[in-house]
């Protein structure tokens, strides 16, 4: 008859990413159980799940002391119910052990870097893709026996040391296998590769994960609402005026729209933007919570401070931006770092920048336009670190002076003046309707064929709206609209909402 | 050069006797060759045997002692041909591939072989890419070793019972005159146990004797009348010699209780997840040690009727636990029981699924519906995991960080929106991934080398083209004919893309034919070109990957041209993987020498990203990536590029050849600097400073950053 008690082996499943470094956890953990006196063995998939997706390393261990002379049969294959330990090296893969079951609230426990690496399906988005990782924190919560999770790959990433090391670490920690610390330390020693920085990765990965068992209780920090980090009051009219006029709800993005603009232009064009918030708010509704005010301050700002090579030209040369790149880089004091950009002005860019009526009249000639046009087939790469570089960018930096005479300004200022003004027209008559329209700013974005692509969304979105009589729910189409434009590039969503709200309207 | 260095490896092929060898199955399975005086080896890498060929190509002194011939054959075919070495010699040889593809490749010769049948001992070690992580259509090798008699050895997964079924399947192929093979699972290739030893054995019979000394036997050759021959022979002689040794050898084990009401018949392979799914259910400890009878087909072809009418004799019923379909044992049984007349119930497929892999949870449902159990207690599904279920999402394979294939599909897709959609057949290897997002290219794939005859048919009048991918490796497995030659011959008028990255990339980093790389034990440098222009084919184009504004040109050229006749675009570059580990040693020597090394890497301009993400979709490297915006107005993420970036370019050529945006830039940080570039950096940093201060302070006074 089998006892109940019996021993078993005790079960370790590794989901990690290609290029994790699954392999290398995986050779530690059997190395150090060997070396304490256990059986183990261990299997992967390598090859094709490799490029990039996900492997599953499975580790069995068994005290030779217990085997009594006799062969464990260890299983290749995690079961469900049957797992002691799941190590995930990116939070969905944790999600996606909880997923296959592996994961029991009675025996797992769970060792997760909360960090995430995106799939391609949110990084190909057209706007917001990113799945909420919130389901996956509360179905670890509630399936892990004991569950120890943070950014693995920020830790590997402050010690100089790879996220495996880290994991390893988390292990030890976590008390989940009966060995030492000190006998991970060594299995690191005896590897003798990389020892010194996998060993401060292992020590911050034990630290961190004695840390999280301690208060298992607390989740993590929301993040600070990104508007606080900007806005640095000084005491001069138009602050005084966002203080003074504006309700406390609109402050703060009315602040970031201020600055925003007189760092795109000057002080008067700040003072403009301000002075069409006040004509907003006049229209707007306190019962609603301004949600007018914060919705069009936000797209406005956005507007008038549109992409034009002025603009990218003046980011190209900052002090800031060449910190930032030797910073994302790791260069240090001894290196040398160089920048080239890849531009590709078209000669739409290049009418943009010209004073307004010849810039009208380029884009009127085709002959001439097509023979700037082939001048301009070939994509250019400035090295704005050098001289000639800089200087060029500089100088049409400079141009900021003369931007109000350009073509683009007065474009896309009868474009904003369009747009404000249906705002203002729906505003009394439909709220929610207005402030979809001023959310539909969002389809407007990026440079040449994205720009051009977004622009014609934005125009037959308004189109419907024109061609739509009154109707309580015309908020809830726009916003479907607006979803679909984001749905695909080619737009065959769109065209189908559209399409179908044509059929509506005839019946 | 492969993509691992099987230098620690190599040190276990020469243990001796009683030493403990510990390492992963296929590595055990190579010692074991070695161990059984194998004369010749031979095969075609694929998942899971790549490391058995990789170890051996970088073992050639032990090899050399051995007197052992290793070759890495041209295909599976070629593979499966070295085998009629063995059909008049006392030769031991063994050959091996990933199955059921390589075998499906493999299958004209290994017909041959088994009808002529065997002198020295055959074996064909097989990796079954069957279940998870499976790249390849699921199908059983069982149907290949019933349909030629090939006997099949399917043995429990730990490596002593691995690397008995070498040793004992040379004996056997030699007992019974046919070749044997041995079939092993993927996570079986891959486990990491360990064995006792035993001495290489130099083999008593050479090739060099077997040359200088020609033996001939028309008896032996498929031509008849030898073939009506060897049908009976089969039939007669050779299936009793191998029930008998099977038998005498007890191959096959009879373990757990001696006695029971209900048994269990299982496929060798499958005996660890058996324990494992019968000790979650109290059935068995984890040694497995269990009152029920288990009978473990360690071979499972030929199925010996004796046994199985024996084990079934004393019992009510008998569970068949067969993975995969058709269910070949378990009508195989129910026929030898219906000829003994034995009324045991037969159950397999009706209490386990007929498709799919028997895991431990697969198994455990099926034993509890056999036994009846009703008690166990199955976890409740919990709501905060359903709910998260339908949020996660997939992460498909895709192409590796800088890989040169990529801007081949970027092309492709750019040239979509300019000429339509063409009609795409696909080949087998990395650049497959162009059917996943981002790209979603591609409409068929028909099998290694086949990308070209994929599209054969569509030869009639059109005003479309096209578009056949092949890779190196495909190309030389058969592509160059199969492809090709029949395309030239038939006067296609379709272009093929012949993807050359150096190596057999999918399969490990492989050497072949065309690699630029100099091999000391096997002739490279062979252009595709010049191949292909011996072919006959005039309109023959290389680019090199990452220009894509050349790529684009020449395959709009290829899809345009009005020259008739098949247009063959060979697009060029270093698979970067194995690019990468080619490089990284070198410039960790050159730095550490204080030697000056310019490493480049790409960026994305946070300011100027708009969030569109077009640059992703005409992109997917895993290093050009999305995070949250730091604009507080701007909602959408911004693209960004992550540390892990090789710097190929192909993100920064995208957004200048597709128009996207001015954000990308390539940042290249020199190590080690000359004195000059420390110069002419302070001349630069001083004017650049200067200019930087005066736009700072205007941009101070008017706003209210500090």
Redesign the interface.
């Known amino acids: 008859m089998i006892e109940r008690d019996r021993p078993r082996p005790l079960s370790i499943a590794i989901a990690a990413l290609g290029g994790q470094g699954g392999g290398v956890l995986s050779n530690w953990i059997v190395t150090l159980a060997g070396s304490a006196g256990y059986l183990a063995q261990y299997t992967s998939v390598p090859g094709v799940a490799q490029r990039t997706g996900t492997t599953i390393y499975y580790i069995e261990i068994f005290p030779k002391a217990k085997a009594l002379g006799q062969e464990p049969v260890f299983a290749l294959n995690p079961v469900p119910g049957d797992v002691d330990i799941v190590i995930a090296s990116e939070w969905m893969e944790a999600g996606r052990a909880i997923q296959r079951g592996l994961v029991s609230p009675n025996l797992t426990t769970l060792i997760a870097s909360s960090h995430r690496v995106y799939a391609i399906s949110e990084k190909s988005a057209m706007g917001q893709g990113i799945v909420d990782d919130k389901s996956v924190h509360e179905a670890a919560q509630a399936s892990a026996h004991s569950l120890i999770h943070f950014d693995m790959e920020q830790a590997a990433h402050e010690t100089g040391s790879v996220i495996s090391a880290v994991l390893f670490g988390a292990l030890a920690g976590s008390k989940a296998l009966p060995f030492e610390k000190s006998s991970f330390e060594e299995t690191i020693s005896r590897s003798g590769i990389a020892v010194e920085t996998n060993l401060a990765g292992f020590n911050e990965g034990y630290r961190l994960a004695k840390a999280n068992l301690a208060d298992a209780t607390k989740t993590s920090e929301p993040e600070m609402p990104p508007l606080e980090k900007i806005s640095v009051h000084r005491d001069d009219q138009l602050s005084q005026k966002v203080q003074q006029i504006f309700p406390k709800s609109c402050r703060e993005i009315l602040m970031v729209g201020t600055n925003r603009t007189l760092d795109y232009q000057d002080k008067a064009y700040g003072a403009f933007y301000l002075q069409q918030m006040e004509d907003i708010l006049t229209l707007d509704d306190t019962a609603r919570g301004h949600r007018l005010t914060q919705t069009v301050g936000r797209h406005l700002a956005l507007w008038m401070t549109y992409e034009d090579t002025i603009r990218v030209a003046d980011f190209k040369i900052r002090k800031k931006r060449f910190d930032h790149i030797a910073q994302e880089t790791g260069a240090t004091q001894n290196q040398v770092v160089n920048v080239v950009d890849y531009v590709h002005p078209r000669v739409e860019e290049i009418c943009d920048s010209l004073p307004a009526p010849l810039g009208r009249a380029l884009m009127s000639a085709p002959r001439t336009k097509r023979w700037v046009g082939r001048r301009l087939k070939k994509g250019r790469r400035i090295q704005s670190s050098k001289l000639s570089g800089f200087l060029l960018f500089y100088m049409i930096s400079s141009m900021r002076r003369w931007r109000r005479g350009t073509y683009r300004y007065h474009v896309e200022h009868a474009r904003i003046e369009d747009w404000l003004a249906r705002i203002k027209q729906t505003a009394s008559s439909d709220y929610d309707l207005a402030v979809e329209i001023a959310a539909c700013q969002q389809l407007v974005k990026g440079y040449g064929d994205t720009h051009a692509r977004g622009l014609k969304n934005f125009t037959l979105i308004m189109g419907a709206l024109d061609a739509s009589g009154p109707d309580a729910k015309l908020a809830s189409v726009i916003r479907r609209l607006r979803d679909a434009a984001l749905a695909d590039e080619a737009g065959e969503m769109l065209q189908l909402e559209l399409t179908r709200l044509n059929d509506a309207h005839a019946e | 050069m492969a993509e691992r260095s099987f230098a620690k490896e190599i040190l276990s092929l020469r243990l001796g006797a009683g030493d403990d060898f510990c390492g992963e199955g296929i590595l055990a399975v190579t010692k074991a060759l070695l161990q059984s005086g194998v004369s010749y080896v031979g095969g075609y890498q694929g998942?899971?045997i790549s490391h058995l060929m990789d170890v051996l190509s970088d073992a050639e002194d032990i090899l050399n002692e051995l007197g052992v011939h290793f070759e890495t054959s041209a295909s599976e075919a070629s593979a499966a041909a070295m085998l009629a070495a063995s059909v008049n010699y006392p030769l031991r040889g063994a050959v091996t591939w990933k199955s059921t593809v390589g075998t499906n490749v493999a299958s004209d010769a290994l017909a041959n072989v088994a009808s002529g049948g065997v002198t020295g001992g055959a074996l064909i070690i097989i990796g079954e890419d069957y279940g998870?992580?499976s790249?390849i259509m699921q199908e059983r090798s069982h149907a290949f070793a019933m349909k030629s008699q090939i006997w099949l050895l399917d043995p429990r997964?730990?490596l002593t019972s691995i690397v008995d079924s070498v040793e004992k399947g040379f004996e056997l192929s030699e007992a019974s005159n046919t070749p044997v093979m041995l079939e092993l699972?993927?996570?079986?290739c891959?486990?990491?146990?360990h064995f006792e030893a035993k001495d290489n054995q130099k083999p008593d019979f050479t090739l060099q004797e077997a040359m200088e000394n020609p033996q001939r036997d028309t008896e032996r050759i498929v031509l008849p009348p030898a073939n009506f021959l060897h049908e009976q022979e089969k039939i007669n002689q050779r299936w009793p010699a191998a029930i008998e040794f099977i038998k005498k050898n007890k191959l096959n084990e009879f373990l757990g209780g001696a006695t029971g009401v209900q048994g269990l018949i299982i496929q060798g392979g499958l005996?660890?997840?058996l324990?494992?799914?019968l000790?979650?259910l109290?059935?068995?400890?984890?040694?497995?040690?269990?009152?029920i009878p288990i009978y473990v087909l360690n071979v499972t072809y030929p199925l010996i009727p004796d046994e199985i009418v024996g084990f079934c004799a004393d019992k009510k019923s008998v569970l068949i636990i067969e993975e995969g379909q058709p269910d070949y044992i378990e009508q195989a049984i129910n026929t030898i029981l219906r000829r003994a007349d034995l009324q045991t119930k037969i159950s397999g497929k009706d209490v386990l699924p007929m498709a799919g892999e028997y895991?431990?949870?697969v198994l455990?449902n099926g034993l509890k519906t056999f036994f009846a159990i009703t008690d166990d207690q199955e976890?409740a599904s919990?709501?905060?995991?359903d709910?998260?279920?339908t949020?996660?999402?997939?992460?498909?394979?895709?192409?590796?960080t800088g890989c040169p294939e990529r801007p081949v599909f970027t092309a492709m897709k750019l040239l979509e929106r300019e000429l339509g959609p063409a009609h795409v057949s696909c080949d087998i290897g990395?650049h497959l991934?162009s059917i996943?997002?981002?790209f979603n290219i591609g409409n068929t794939t028909m099998g290694y080398g086949l990308g070209a005859a994929g599209a054969s048919a569509f030869t009639a009048p059109s005003i479309k083209r096209t578009i056949a991918i092949m890779g190196d490796g495909g190309f030389w497995h058969n592509g160059l004919t199969s492809g090709v030659g029949n395309a030239v011959f038939n006067e296609s008028d379709n272009v093929l893309m012949i993807v050359d990255n150096g190596y057999s990339a999918?399969t490990g980093g492989q050497d072949i034919l065309s690699s630029r790389s100099k091999n000391k034990t096997r002739s490279t440098r062979h252009r595709i070109e010049d191949a292909v222009r011996g072919l006959g084919v005039t309109w023959v184009r290389r680019v090199r990957t990452y220009d894509l504004?050349d790529m684009m040109e020449t395959l709009r050229e290829a899809l345009t041209t009005k020259q008739k006749g098949p247009k063959v675009l060979i697009a060029q570059s270093e698979c970067q993987l194995n690019r990468q580990r080619r490089l990284k040693p070198i410039v960790r020597r050159m730095l550490s020498q204080g030697k000056r090394v310019v490493r480049e890497?790409f960026?994305v301009?946070a300011?100027?990203c708009?969030?569109?993400?077009?640059c992703?979709?005409l992109s997917?490297c895993?290093s050009?990536?999305?995070k949250?915006n730091?604009d507080?107005?701007?909602?959408?993420?911004i693209a960004y590029v992550d540390?892990?970036c090789v710097g190929c370019g192909h993100c920064?050529?995208v957004?200048?050849?597709?128009?996207?945006?001015?954000s990308?830039?390539?940042?290249?940080?020199?190590?080690?600097?000359s004195a000059w570039?420390?110069t002419i950096?302070k001349v630069?940093q001083a004017?650049?400073?200067f200019?930087?201060r005066k736009?700072?302070k205007s941009?101070r006074l008017?706003?209210?950053?500090?």
Request: aromatic share 8%; hydrophobic share 30%.
């Open positions: 998942a899971p998870e992580g790249s997964p730990n699972r993927i996570r079986t891959h486990v990491f146990g005996y660890n997840t324990i494992r799914a000790d979650l109290d059935l068995s400890d984890c040694f497995g040690n269990t009152d895991t431990g949870q455990k976890e919990l709501p905060a995991v709910a998260m279920n949020t996660l999402p997939p992460r498909p394979a895709g192409f590796c990395c991934f996943l997002p981002p999918a504004a890497q960026g301009d300011e100027t708009t969030g569109d993400h077009s992703i979709r997917g895993p050009l990536t999305i949250e730091p507080p107005l701007r909602q959408d993420p540390n892990t920064g050529e957004a200048d050849v597709a128009i996207l945006c001015p990308f830039y390539k940042a290249q940080i020199i190590s080690n600097p570039d420390m950096t630069r004017v650049i400073g200019f930087q736009s700072e941009l008017r706003t209210y950053q500090s």
